[in-house]
């Protein structure tokens, strides 16, 4: 017998609500955010929905009609959106004891130890806690599987004023389930939708009602554990967050670079933000990859793409020791004579900071290391991002990526909080 219920709380319009938080004048506004260097649509408010902007669109194309409805347009802001995220997750484990952070806008939660309590009013009061404490609305899905919890956070969204649904109920369960497409649940790909619609399952209903050995042999064992999801069994329980095995930094230029000297610097500024997330997870990293190339987008006789790796003796989270290794592989991949549109850096190997490994070829005094890193993190994150660097990742940065809207970095940064007069 199934005794689980799971909730997925899910941030509506998410960076547009960041963005809501410290200015409430646009509540009820359109409002898009722009993709790095300003390129694409990323996100839109429900009102820049209802105008027809489209999700991915490129933003010179939609300008003039942006404009024309008086639109606000925000350059990406990652760090305040980040930081937003991270108030309503530890709210939310303030809450419920068992949590899986699933996106940067979405989380599951294990209520089963809610099950006497009346659930919708329980997600009710757990969806107002959230918008008082951190000024995000959020939808709130309820279901006895992780896989009904998200068609019951889409039923919220869609169909409901309170923004919370519960689909425990077997008949409103069929209901909502005979009228949703095979493609739109969770886990179940376009390609795997064109295999189940050959068998005559077109529904998420008709998959619920499949033989699960039928439904195993023409897609995978994972199709099968989704049938059962949806006839409420679980199959897929909440899980912990897993170390990432790599770590990857890297944004395209705001103008096109020429100069190796820049590009030192970029990669430098890349290195020690992916070597702050592989401290964030208390790792080390025991290889390193830069890459580095032009726009393809330009002339195939001025175009260059390339690549290359080192790999340190002993793991590593010093950020002046990746540093000086990126900026020499920067140095042996630069070609004079190209203008470059991206370069990035990716953390390889990466071990548990616990398994410190020792080698008779290298050393690093992990104490004296870590003691210099945890002061560097701990000021950035005091005091904000960048307030603390090393000199190679330069004071100008010509080269960052374009960000004419962004607004304040009001919960990272002491210089943008906002003035109350």
């Not at 004048?25 to 722009?34: A, D, N, Q, T, Y």
């Not at 639109?71 to 980040?82: D, R």
């Not at 998420?204 to 042999?217: F, G, I, S, Y």
Request: glycine fraction near 6%.
């Amino acid at each position: 017998m199934n005794n689980k219920i799971f909730a997925l709380v899910d941030c509506n319009n998410f960076y547009a609500s960041c963005e809501r938080v410290f200015n409430p004048k646009l509540e009820g506004k359109p409002i898009v955010v722009l993709s790095n260097n300003d390129g694409c649509i990323i996100a839109r408010s429900n009102e820049a929905k209802a105008l027809g902007i489209p999700m991915g669109a490129p933003f010179f194309k939609y300008e003039q009609l942006i404009n024309r409805n008086k639109v606000h347009i925000f350059s990406s802001n990652y760090t305040f959106y980040g930081d937003m995220s991270a108030r309503v997750m530890t709210s939310l484990k303030s809450l419920v004891n068992e949590i899986e952070i699933y996106s940067i806008d979405e989380a599951f939660l294990d209520i089963s130890s809610f099950a006497y309590c009346d659930l919708e009013d329980t997600a009710k009061e757990i969806k107002n806690l959230i918008k008082q404490w951190t000024g995000i609305p959020v939808s709130i899905g309820i279901g006895s599987s992780k896989t009904l919890a998200k068609i019951a956070n889409r039923q919220a969204k869609k169909h409901t004023v309170e923004n919370v649904f519960d689909i425990r109920d077997l008949e409103v369960r069929e209901s909502i389930l005979k009228e949703l497409p095979i493609e739109e649940i969770w886990g179940i790909s376009t390609r795997w939708g064109r295999r189940l619609r050959k068998i005559g399952v077109e529904t998420a209903q008709d998959l619920a009602e499949a033989d699960p050995r039928h439904v195993r042999k023409t897609i995978s064992i994972v199709g099968e554990r989704i049938h059962y999801e949806l006839n409420g069994l679980s199959c897929i329980g909440i899980e912990e967050v897993k170390n990432k095995k790599s770590i990857i930094s890297s944004k395209s230029f705001g103008k096109k670079v020429s100069r190796v000297q820049e590009l030192e610097e970029a990669v430098s500024n890349y290195t020690a933000r992916a070597c702050e997330k592989l401290r964030q997870q208390n790792s080390r990293a025991q290889g390193l990859y830069v890459f580095l190339r032009t726009s393809p987008h330009i002339e195939k006789d001025k175009q260059y793409s390339n690549g290359m790796s080192t790999h340190f003796t002993i793991p590593t989270s010093n950020t002046s020791r990746i540093i000086k290794e990126a900026k020499r592989l920067t140095n042996t991949l630069f070609l004079p004579g190209y203008e470059y549109q991206k370069i990035g850096v990716m953390l390889l190997n990466i071990s548990d900071a616990k398994n410190e490994q020792g080698s008779f070829l290298d050393y690093e005094n992990y104490s004296k290391s870590d003691t210099v890193m945890k002061s560097l993190d701990t000021v950035n994150k005091q005091f904000g991002s960048g307030a603390l660097m090393l000199g190679a990742q330069g004071m100008q940065k010509n080269w960052r990526m374009r960000a004419d809207r962004k607004s304040g970095a009001y919960t990272t940064n002491l210089k943008d909080l906002p003035i109350v007069k």
